[in-house]
Nanobody, 122 residues
Framework: QVQLVESGGGLVQAGGSLSLSCAASGSIYSINSMGWYRRAPGKQRELVALISSGVCSTNYGDSVKGRFTISGDYAKDTVYLQMNSLQPEDTAVYYC???????????????WGQGTQVTVSS
């Protein structure tokens, strides 16, 4: 199994910055990509940012492009999310995800963290 431990988040005023980190642990053989999704009250879960292993290509949700930056250290199976110019609409629970995480060459799954609250006040 793979465990994801998130840290960061909290309360910030509009225009401020926060950072999140997520470390994967367990019997990890490989991970295809890691990143973040979020769910705001009354809304569906949406992509925030993903970063792939290997070439470290990134993918951002439209609403965060230009404001958020994801980075990763796959030697440590850890990803980071720097969130700048935060707005009240960024308020949500942010979930770390490890997609295509393999504990053996043939045993892969998607894993999710417990979630961390980000609240942006106006």
């Amino acid at each position: 199994q793979v465990q994801l431990v998130e840290s960061g988040g909290g309360l910030v005023q509009a225009g401020g910055s926060l950072s999140l980190s997520c470390a994967a642990s367990g019997s990890i053989y490989s991970i295809n990509s890691m990143g973040w999704y979020r769910r705001a009250p009354g809304k569906q879960r949406e992509l925030v940012a993903l970063i792939s292993s290997g070439v470290c290509s990134t993918n951002y949700g439209d609403s965060v492009k230009g404001r958020f930056t994801i980075s990763g250290d796959y030697a440590k199976d850890t990803v980071y999310l720097q969130m700048n110019s935060l707005q009240p609409e960024d308020t949500a629970v942010y979930y770390c995800a490890a997609l295509g995480a393999f504990i053996s060459p043939v045993d892969g799954n998607d894993y999710w963290g417990q979630g961390t609250q980000v609240t942006v006040s106006s």
